[in-house]
Nanobody, 115 residues
Framework: QVQLVESGGGSVQPGGSLTLSCVASRSIPSYYTMNWYRQSAGEYRERVATLAIGGSETYADSVEGRFTISRDDSKNTLYLQMNDLKPEDTGVYFC?????????WGQGTQVTVSS
């Protein structure tokens, strides 16, 4: 079992940047896929970024070129660097780890983009 704790959310103006962190309670094998999702009010939770085996990165079209997913295994931490933020990026951001025992989710961190 693994616990995930997100942080780094907050309020920012359009065009601003934030870096989200997701700290795991134990080391995560590199072959486990790690993801960032977000959920806006009244919307389904959507995947925004994935970091898969071999370092393969994939992004939702809406964030491609603006968001970067990365990990630091020495700190058991997954990151999401978000640049050029837009109001439509507002939502609760969750990290998810896909393990052979099933998926694990964090509790989420709120990101609000507003002028």
């Amino acid at each position: 079992q693994v616990q995930l704790v997100e942080s780094g959310g907050g309020s920012v103006q359009p065009g601003g940047s934030l870096t989200l962190s997701c700290v795991a309670s134990r080391s995560i094998p590199s072959y486990y896929t790690m993801n960032w999702y977000r959920q806006s009010a009244g919307e389904y939770r959507e995947r925004v970024a994935t970091l898969a085996i071999g370092g393969s990165e994939t992004y939702a079209d809406s964030v491609e070129g603006r968001f970067t997913i990365s990990r630091d295994d020495s700190k058991n931490t997954l990151y999401l660097q978000m640049n050029d933020l837009k109001p439509e990026d507002t939502g609760v951001y969750f990290c998810k780890v896909e393990t052979r025992f099933g998926p694990y989710w964090g509790q989420g961190t709120q990101v609000t983009v507003s002028s």
